[in-house]
């Protein structure tokens, strides 16, 4: 594998329907990066952790940190952001409003 360049940081509560759409969004933009994506979620009654895990078990570029009893947005940036060893960091919302094709 060659070195990673950048982490996608996505904290997550309650976006269980949107982990498919933005992995797929990502992997066709991110292309020619080496990258991984990591989801900071805090325990999302909807289940977003667990679609995380199914789809992070046939593909090691995908985590998931599920924060249990705790709760916040910039927390859950920083604790992403600090279990990533890329040099590059980006933060956006899981909900498909940011536009994934300015990272590269
Ligand atoms: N881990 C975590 N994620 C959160 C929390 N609140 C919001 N988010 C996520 O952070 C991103 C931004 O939240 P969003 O509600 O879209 O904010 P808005 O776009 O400013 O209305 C989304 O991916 C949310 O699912 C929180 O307390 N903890
Ligand atoms: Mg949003």
């Not at 805090?42 to 570029?61: C, F, H, K, Q, W």
């Amino acid at each position: 594998m060659p070195p990673l360049e950048l982490a996608v940081v996505l904290p997550t509560f309650n976006e269980r329907q949107n982990v498919r759409p933005v992995l797929d969004r990502l992997e066709k933009t991110l292309r020619d990066i080496a990258y991984e994506v990591i989801f900071v979620d805090d325990n999302s009654p909807d289940g977003t952790a667990d679609e995380v895990r199914s789809i992070a078990l046939s593909n090691s570029r995908i985590r998931v940190i599920q924060r249990i009893g705790r709760r916040g947005l910039a927390s859950a940036c920083v604790e992403g952001m600090m279990a990533s060893p890329a040099p590059y960091v980006a933060i956006m919302d899981a909900d498909l409003q940011h536009d994934e094709t300015v990272l590269p």
